[in-house]
């Protein structure tokens, strides 16, 4: 069962697992399951997937209930009108703050502008010796993109040389390895926790929050943070 965050008679938001597709996609592969057939059997009606988030990545997945809130939806994320929140365990110490304006290549290599803001919330320095350093730096960031770009946090932190843990495409594989070796853990540490917006009727500002799973604090807890906010 898939665990809902918010509902009413024309949104649902659900707290989507790492792992879950969203729908069908060229570029993400084949599943067994996807999280809009999984929400409409779970509720027995249709919904629409407002926007997406990666295979990998768990959080907020905002969906409507009928074609003419999805319009309308639609047009505010366009207009950048919805306030998105993830947070993110990074390797090393990244700045305090900074707003990443790096253009990216979209599946169809087509050049888009693309814009994150990030601050950083925690750091972790830990007894695991990695090439030539005798210890492992991380830290925990809350990143706002300003756009939405595919896979759009996970190649600005690459840009800047802190990937984000447990991202196999664009992160360091050797760490990866090192995290699987020593921990058993694999897990791509990027969480969409809160989601901003307007109501498309009402016009009521919501704000929808959903909680990290075991793995995420499971690796929160071996680097000492306190992820109490986000349990």
Not at 58 to 66: A, H, M, N, R
Not at 166 to 195: S, V
Not at 198 to 221: L, M, Q, Y
């Amino acid at each position: 069962m898939l665990e809902i965050l918010y509902r009413d008679e024309h949104l649902i938001a659900i707290n989507k697992p790492s792992g879950l597709l969203v729908h069908k996609s060229f570029y993400a592969g084949e599943a067994d399951t996807y999280a809009i057939q999984e929400l409409r059997n779970q509720i027995g009606q249709k919904v629409y997937p407002v926007h997406r988030l990666d295979r990998k990545t768990s959080g907020v997945l905002l969906f409507t209930l009928d074609k003419e809130t999805l319009r309308t939806m639609s047009d505010q994320f366009a207009s950048r009108e919805v306030e998105k929140k993830y947070i993110a365990i990074l390797r090393g110490w990244a700045k305090e703050e900074e707003t990443i304006d790096y253009d990216l290549v979209n599946e169809n290599e087509v050049k888009q502008n693309a814009i994150t803001y990030y601050h950083r919330l925690q750091t972790s320095e830990i007894d695991l010796p990695f090439l030539k350093h005798q210890t492992s730096r991380y830290c925990l960031v809350e990143a706002i993109p300003e756009t939405g770009r595919f896979h759009q946090l996970r190649k600005h932190f690459k840009h800047i040389l802190h990937p984000i843990l447990g991202c196999r495409k664009h992160g360091c594989n050797k760490q990866n390895k090192l995290w699987l070796q020593t921990f058993e853990i694999n897990k791509m540490t990027l969480h969409a926790h809160q989601l901003i917006f307007n109501h498309p009727i009402s016009n009521e500002r919501i704000t929808v929050n959903a909680t990290i799973d075991d793995e995420f604090k499971r690796v929160g807890d071996i680097l000492k943070f306190d992820l109490s906010a986000y349990s």
